[in-house]
C-alpha cells in the first residue's frame, strides 16, 4: 500500500494568512494526487482533482502544486469559512488518505 | 445534478455482519468510467477507504479489510451494497459513499453522501 503523510496534523492562523499544507506519498504517485476539505459532522468536499486542477465552484485562492512524492495545498488568503479539516488522497493505486491537516482561527 | 445516500443500520452488535445501501441518483453505474466507493471515518479520525465498484463490475477491496468485505450493484435499482463480517466496536465509524468520477487516468470522489454513523456495541 501506498502510505500517505500529511504535514502539520494541525495549524493554527488568522484570516488573510497564507497556508500551505503538505502531503507525501511513500513512492511516486505522478500527479494522481486529490485535496477534500471536511468541516464537522459534513461529508468531504472535492477540492483540487490530479494535483493541480481545481474543481469547479471552489474559489481560486485554493491551489495545488506538486508531482511525485511532493505535494501541497495553498490557501493565498484564509477566509473564515476555510477553517477546516483537509486530506490527500491519492489514486495511482488503491485509494488511500492522509491523516488529515485541521486548520483552525489564531 | 449527483446525489447519493447511505442507509442502514445505526447500531450492530459485536460479531455481526453489517449491511449499508447506498442510493443514488444523477448517474449510471452502467456507463464506462463510472465507480461507486466506501469510505469510512472512525470518529475524530481520518478517512479510510473500504472497497469500490466499478460499472463492469470490476471491484476492489482494502487489503486489510478484504476478508470481511463484500460489494455489490444493483444497476435498475442505482444501488450499491456493502456488506461488512465479524462487526467489532473498532469499526465505529460513519461510513459513507461516493461517485468515482474519472477524466481518462485520473480519478476522485465526488460527490460524497452525508454518511451514516454506526455504533458497534453490545
Known amino acids: 500500500d501506498i502510505q500517505m503523510t500529511q504535514s502539520p496534523s494541525s495549524l493554527s492562523a488568522s484570516v488573510g494568512d497564507r497556508v500551505t499544507i503538505t502531503c507525501r506519498a511513500s513512492?511516486?504517485?505522478?500527479?494522481?494526487l486529490n485535496w477534500y476539505q471536511q468541516k464537522p459532522g459534513k461529508a468531504p468536499k472535492l477540492l483540487i482533482y490530479a494535483a493541480v486542477s481545481l474543481q469547479s465552484g471552489v474559489p481560486s485562492r485554493f491551489s495545488g502544486s506538486g508531482s511525485g512524492t511532493d505535494f501541497t495545498l495553498t490557501i493565498s488568503s484564509l477566509q473564515r469559512e476555510d477553517f477546516a479539516t483537509y486530506f490527500c488522497?491519492?489514486?495511482?493505486?488503491?485509494?488511500?488518505f492522509g491523516q488529515g491537516t485541521r486548520l483552525e482561527i489564531k | 445534478q449527483i446525489t447519493l445516500k447511505e442507509s442502514g443500520p445505526t447500531l450492530v452488535k459485536p460479531t455481526q455482519t453489517l449491511t449499508l445501501t447506498c442510493t443514488f441518483s444523477?448517474?449510471?453505474?452502467?456507463?464506462?468510467?463510472?465507480?461507486v466507493g466506501w469510505i469510512r471515518q472512525p470518529p475524530g479520525k481520518a478517512l479510510e477507504w473500504l472497497a469500490l465498484i466499478y460499472w463492469d463490475d470490476d471491484k476492489r477491496y482494502s487489503p486489510s479489510l478484504k476478508s470481511r468485505l463484500t460489494i455489490t450493484k444493483d444497476t435498475s435499482k442505482n444501488q450499491v451494497v456493502l456488506t461488512m463480517t465479524k462487526m467489532d466496536p473498532a469499526d465505529t465509524a460513519t461510513y459513507y459513499c461516493?461517485?468515482?468520477?474519472?477524466?481518462?487516468?485520473?480519478?476522485?470522489?465526488?460527490?460524497w453522501g452525508q454518511g451514516t454513523l454506526v455504533t458497534v456495541s453490545s
Open positions: 513512492q511516486s504517485i505522478s500527479n494522481y
Open positions: 444523477g448517474f449510471s453505474l452502467s456507463s464506462s468510467g463510472v465507480g
Open positions: 461516493a461517485h468515482r468520477a474519472a477524466r481518462g487516468l485520473f480519478n476522485w470522489f465526488d460527490p
Open positions: 488522497q491519492q489514486s495511482y493505486s488503491n485509494p488511500g
